[in-house]
C-alpha cells in the first residue's frame, strides 16, 4: 500500500517562506492529478495548488504569485514552495495524489504563520 508522507510544515514568520514535500513510499501509475490542500479551523478545505499528469499548474487566487508546486518524479515526490507567507496562510497542508485506481492522502502537515 502506498502511503503519502508530508514533510517541512512548521512555524514561520509572516513574509517568511517554507517548503512542503509529500514522498511516496512507492510508485503510483495512471495518475491525473495531484495538489495540495488545506484546511484552517473552522473552514472548509481549498485546493491550494494543483498539477496534472504533466506540467500544467492551478493555483487559488490567493496564493498566486506567493507559491509554487512541482514535481520529481524520479523521487516520486511533489513539493509545494511557499513564499511571502501570511497569517491567513496558517493551517494543515495535506497533499493528494489522484489516480484511476484510486485517491492517496497524505497526513497532513501544520503551518502556523505569526510573529
Known amino acids: 500500500q502506498v502511503q503519502l508522507v508530508e514533510s517541512g510544515g512548521g512555524l514561520v514568520q509572516p513574509g517568511g517562506s517554507l517548503r512542503l514535500s509529500c514522498a511516496a513510499s512507492g510508485r503510483i501509475v495512471s495518475i491525473y492529478a495531484m495538489g495540495w490542500y488545506r484546511q484552517a479551523p473552522g473552514k472548509m478545505s481549498e485546493l491550494v495548488a494543483g498539477i496534472d499528469s504533466g506540467v500544467d499548474t492551478n493555483y487559488a487566487d490567493s496564493v498566486k504569485g506567493r507559491f509554487t508546486i512541482s514535481r520529481d518524479n524520479a523521487k516520486n515526490t511533489m513539493y509545494l514552495h511557499m513564499t511571502s507567507l501570511k497569517p491567513e496562510d496558517t493551517a494543515v497542508y495535506s497533499c493528494?495524489?489522484?489516480?484511476?485506481?484510486?485517491?492517496?492522502w497524505g497526513q497532513g502537515t501544520q503551518v502556523t504563520v505569526s510573529s
Open positions: 493528494n495524489v489522484g489516480s484511476t485506481q484510486r485517491d492517496y
